[in-house]
């Protein structure tokens, strides 16, 4: 009986594994960030030319490609929506978004042009969105920590995803110099915020070591956690703790790309709060270790 069960064995791995079988995948092998679906050869070029030259997708539609679903009556089209708040783990952010797409051919060639030429050289590769969805302008609001219900909408310039990262163009090339390096560095800002965990947490080693031994426990301060190198994003949180170590680093993260060097001394006194500036320097150099461009 066990010769006869490791025959049918052997047989079925010959039947299997034949040299002669014409192995074809099931599924195309197709990246549905470069679909031609909804693009025209036109835009297909621009959309192609960036990914060539930066290594990122680029869409500046959120109807990605169509497939077929198979039902019991058949086959029928399904058109795949870009899921900008899709999350790989946890729960995705609550909040309503809302854009509006660039129309003329020539926006969305400046638009490419203005995420290749004033965005990604500021950026290190590690840092790159996976896609860009560049959009005219974008809108957002957020789920109300106080109700049930959503914030006043605001507008913003970028919402970084998991998988596509959204850019609003809104005319950048019609700004005057100070209002362009403001507005793409906003946009940096926001990127930064969602992609700096990109890199190991050892990289920010050098931030830490000033708050290594406070971590994990109420600081003691008198006034402000300032005192003590912590900054005051976090510390009416119900849900983060400022003086947890993601949070630390989160909080100098986002002031960090958030004001300029004299905004943020402005803000926060040498004299009053020297941590503060220690921690802040040693991110700057970090980030610009790793091929940042922070100012």
């Known amino acids: 009986m066990k010769h006869y069960i490791l025959f049918l064995l052997l047989a079925s791995t010959f039947w299997c594994c034949s040299n002669d079988e014409d192995v074809v995948p099931s599924n195309n092998d ?5 679909m031609p679906d909804f693009s025209s050869e036109e835009e297909m070029k621009v959309r192609r030319d960036f990914y060539d030259a930066t290594s990122c997708y680029l869409i500046f539609n959120d ?7 198979t039902t019991p009556s058949g086959s029928d089209p399904e058109c795949v ?3 900008l708040k899709y999350q790989v783990k946890g729960t995705s952010e609550d909040a309503l978004l809302r854009y509006t797409y660039l129309k003329d051919m020539k926006d969305k060639e ?3 042009k203005f995420a290749k030429e004033k965005i990604l050289p500021r950026l290190a590769p590690a840092f790159y969105p996976y896609t860009f969805f560049m959009v005219d302008q974008f809108y957002i609001s957020k789920a109300s920590a106080w109700s049930s219900g959503y914030d006043p909408e605001v507008e913003q310039s970028a919402y970084a995803g998991y998988n596509a990262s959204l850019v609003a ?3 950048f090339y019609d700004m005057d110099e100070a209002a362009q390096y403001a507005y793409s560095r906003s946009v940096i800002a926001i990127l930064m915020t969602k992609n700096y965990t990109q890199v190991k947490d050892s990289e920010y080693n050098d931030f830490y070591q000033y708050s290594q031994e406070q971590y994990g426990i109420y600081p003691d301060y008198e006034n402000t956690p300032l005192e003590v190198g912590f900054l005051e994003t976090f510390r009416y949180d119900w849900v983060r703790s400022f003086y947890d170590k993601k949070y630390d680093l989160l909080a100098y993260v986002m002031e960090v790309f958030a004001l300029t060097k004299e905004e943020f001394d402005e803000k926060y006194d040498k004299e009053l709060y020297p941590l503060v500036h220690q921690k802040k320097e040693a991110l700057v150099k970090i980030f610009e270790r790793l091929g940042v461009k922070v100012y």
């Open 81 to 83: 929506i870009l899921d």
């Open 30 to 34: 197709r990246n549905m960030f470069d």
């Open 169 to 171: 163009y809104k005319h």
């Open 63 to 69: 109807s990605l490609y169509y497939r077929n679903i």
């Open 110 to 112: 400046l638009a490419a």
